[in-house]
């Protein structure tokens, strides 16, 4: 199936919207999004790391497992303009 673009703009507010669509993710933010060169699978995007004014590790390693998972399923359907 052909990944749907976007431009950085869009990509930042769907990953910020399923984030917070996620009890474990909410209020996570995106801060390390960059263009690379496409992968195996053909994306050419991703995100590097995510911010929350809080600092609770524990709560860090637990989003961003399931950050993960909801990072690579939007990878697996847009790709950046």
């Known amino acids: 199936m052909p990944r749907e673009l976007k431009s950085e703009q869009e990509l930042l507010a769907l990953v910020v919207k399923a984030l917070d669509a996620d009890p474990a993710t909410a209020g996570w933010i995106p801060t390390g999004f960059h263009e690379t060169v496409e992968d195996e699978g053909g ?13 609770d590790a524990d709560a860090r390693g637990e989003a961003s497992k399931a950050a993960a998972d909801i990072i690579n399923g939007l990878r697996g359907r847009y790709n950046l303009l």
């Open 43 to 55: 994306c050419n995007w991703d995100i590097s790391h995510l911010h929350r004014d809080r600092r």
